[in-house]
């Protein structure tokens, strides 16, 4: 590959210069900073970058958000400490999934059969009550199904089936899952 010749094509950030300055000056140290532990300083922080928050969002230290603006959680979703949303192109993350400790949704990568190394982006869509369990990472372009769980450091690289347990790298179904109701309770 040729380095030398890389460009990012027709990509663009989204925003404009200003904008991504605020974001990389203050916005991301604000976000990550372990001495402001609340979680709606860290919410509002995102809204004001243009992030779509829902309510009862939790978010704890640590956590990497490249574009804001390009990031959309739902109501009442947990983000563990030290997650990376790396977020080239949009991130989605519907109500009701806990998004556990360092892990890492990868929305970009390179084509590595192109002389120039070119960029590629592609979504994350994470449909509701879904588990990304902590060290997982989830590449570009995958959906993850409705209550889906992807196990501890499993990489998940094509799309998840709903009410599925997956583990491994890459991921693998390994079981259904079958919530726990309050009949079998």
């Given at each position: 590959?040729?380095?030398?010749?890389?460009?990012?094509?027709?990509?663009?950030?989204?925003?404009?210069?200003?904008?991504?300055?605020?974001?990389?000056?203050?916005?991301?140290?604000?976000?990550?900073?372990?001495?402001?532990?609340?979680?709606?300083?860290?919410?509002?922080?995102?809204?004001?970058f243009g992030a779509e928050i829902g309510q009862g969002v939790r978010i704890k230290t640590g956590v990497r958000v490249k574009f804001p603006w390009r990031l959309i959680i739902k109501d009442f979703v947990?983000?563990?400490?030290?997650?990376w949303l790396?977020?080239?192109?949009?991130?989605?993350?519907?109500?009701?999934?806990c998004i556990s400790q360092s892990v890492y949704l990868c929305t970009g990568n390179h084509d590595w059969g192109d002389r120039d190394f070119a960029l590629i982006t592609a979504p994350i869509y994470i449909e509701s009550e879904c588990w990304i369990a902590a060290r997982a990472t989830i590449a570009a372009g995958v959906r993850v199904g409705k209550?889906?769980?992807?196990?501890?450091?499993?990489?998940?690289t094509r799309s998840l089936e709903p009410m599925t347990i997956y583990s491994g790298n890459p991921a693998i179904a390994i079981k259904l899952r079958e919530p726990k109701t309050d009949a079998n309770l």
């Open positions: 590959m040729r380095l030398d010749r890389y460009t990012t094509g027709d990509y663009t950030t989204g925003a404009p210069i200003w904008k991504q300055l605020l974001w990389y000056f203050i916005g991301t140290p604000i976000l990550r900073s372990y001495l402001i532990p609340f979680s709606i300083i860290k919410v509002n922080i995102l809204r004001w947990w983000i563990g400490e030290d997650v790396d977020n080239l192109a949009l991130i989605t993350i519907e109500s009701h999934c209550g889906a769980v992807l196990g501890l450091g499993s990489v998940a």
